[in-house]
């Protein structure tokens, strides 16, 4: 089982920078891997990045490519979401997860077994 609280959503300004932190509780969550998604009213969730549970291997949709980051320390049981230049279209609640530990596609929702309960991210033009 695990637990995952994100934090330090907020508004910010279009081109500006927010870190993003997801705090897990468990034992096992060295052995999951993580990922960020996110959803704007109206729309599906939608796959932002994710990594590996070493943090050797990383994925990132098209969309944040080269602008977001993501991070872990394992014995610290938290993962980072580094997001810079932001745009208005990036508004959104990001949700932290924990995947299952046979996973094959981490861009898939489905793949993952525990959600935070999200934070909300405001880019204002």
């Known amino acids: 089982q695990v637990q995952l609280v994100e934090s330090w959503g907020g508004l910010v300004q279009a081109g500006g920078s927010l870190r993003l932190s997801c705090a897990a509780s468990?034992?096992?969550?060295?052995?999951?891997?993580m990922g960020w998604f996110r959803q704007a009213p109206g729309k599906e969730r939608q796959f932002v990045a994710a990594?590996?549970?070493?943090?050797?291997?990383?994925y990132y949709s098209d969309s944040v490519k080269g602008r977001f980051t993501i991070s872990r320390n394992n014995a610290k049981n938290t993962v980072w979401l580094e997001m810079n230049s932001l745009k208005p279209e990036d508004t959104a609640v990001y949700y932290c997860?924990?995947?299952?530990?046979?996973?094959?596609?981490?861009?898939?929702?489905?793949?993952?077994?525990?959600w935070g309960q999200g934070t909300q991210v405001t880019v204002s033009s």
């Open positions: 468990g034992r096992m969550f060295s052995r999951h891997g």
């Open positions: 990594l590996n549970w070493s943090g050797g291997r990383t």
């Open positions: 997860a924990a995947a299952n530990l046979y996973y094959n596609n981490p861009r898939a929702p489905v793949e993952y077994d525990y």
